[in-house]
């Protein structure tokens, strides 16, 4: 379902603001990221260090959730409920509860996430803003205000829509939308050359401030930045691993798997 949809199902069911008890188990919240999750995914180093803090002292500060008919929905605190599921939670959960409307609720947890304590990307704003803009319930400046990004780049935004027309919904990264509103991607190969273009630049824009931050500390102590990386992907590590094999050269992969780390 696409966020519009989403939006108007919740419009339809509510007819105002309901609060109901203080904790409720994990099982009847419900989530709906393509509208209250306005960064791309769940950071998993943060969910680490929440379950951490929830073995070590228990439940967390209360999340934000919205009563619509037989329905609780999840407002603010995704990564405190991913923590929650991680940690083996069985007890209920504090929350509060949202009292404006699903369309204010909508920009509240995006000015949420832009004010966190891991506040969004450039990309997830962007792609924030586009979900709010492809919605086309809010005005440009409260899109701006909610997503973190200018005014100017939500009037882009909006005229892609245009451009785009019916086909807008099909697109839920505004990086996607963006090329097919300019026509790249009628052509696949284009689009995949523009795709591994900017993952490459993006990719040496991180290895720069790496070397910035730690010099060459981390090439020198491979165990230590092994277990930083373990640290920091969490649950991704598995998937981080699989991509870092396929930059081995033939050589370097023999080596890893004979255990030879001369190479």
Do not use: C
């Not at 966020?3 to 108007?8: E, I, K, P």
């Not at 999750?37 to 379950?51: F, K, N, W, Y």
């Not at 990086?175 to 050359?193: S, T």
């Amino acid at each position: 379902m696409s966020a519009g949809d989403a939006l108007q199902e919740l419009m339809q069911g509510f007819t105002g603001p309901v609060t109901g008890p203080p904790e409720l188990h994990l099982e009847d919240i419900e989530t709906l990221p393509q509208l209250f999750q306005p960064r791309g995914g769940i950071e998993e180093r943060h969910v680490s260090e929440l379950v951490k803090r929830i073995k070590a002292v228990g439940a967390l500060d209360p999340v934000t959730v919205m009563v619509i008919g037989s329905r609780t929905i999840l407002i603010d605190g995704h990564h405190r409920v991913e923590a929650y599921g991680a940690a083996g939670w069985l007890q209920a959960v504090p929350v509060r509860y949202f009292e404006g409307t699903p369309e204010e609720a909508v920009l509240v947890a995006g000015e949420a996430n832009s004010k966190a304590k891991l506040p969004m990307d450039n990309e997830d704003r962007q792609n924030f803003a586009w979900r709010l803009v492809g919605i086309d319930r809010h005005s440009i400046a409260k899109i701006a205000r909610a997503s973190g990004i200018s005014e100017a780049q939500v009037t882009i935004m909006r005229r892609a829509k245009r451009t785009l027309g019916e086909r807008a919904g099909d697109f839920q990264s505004w990086f996607r939308a963006r090329l097919a509103a300019n026509g790249i991607e009628q052509d696949r190969n284009n689009h995949d050359d523009e795709r591994d273009k900017w993952m490459d630049e993006v990719a040496e824009r991180y290895a720069d401030g790496m070397a910035k931050k730690f010099s060459t500390r981390l090439a020198h102590n491979p165990e230590i930045a092994a277990m930083a990386l373990a640290k920091y992907f969490g649950r991704k590590l598995p998937e981080v691993y699989g991509f870092l094999r396929d930059h081995l050269s033939e050589d370097q992969r023999r080596a890893v798997e004979v255990g030879n780390e001369d190479f």
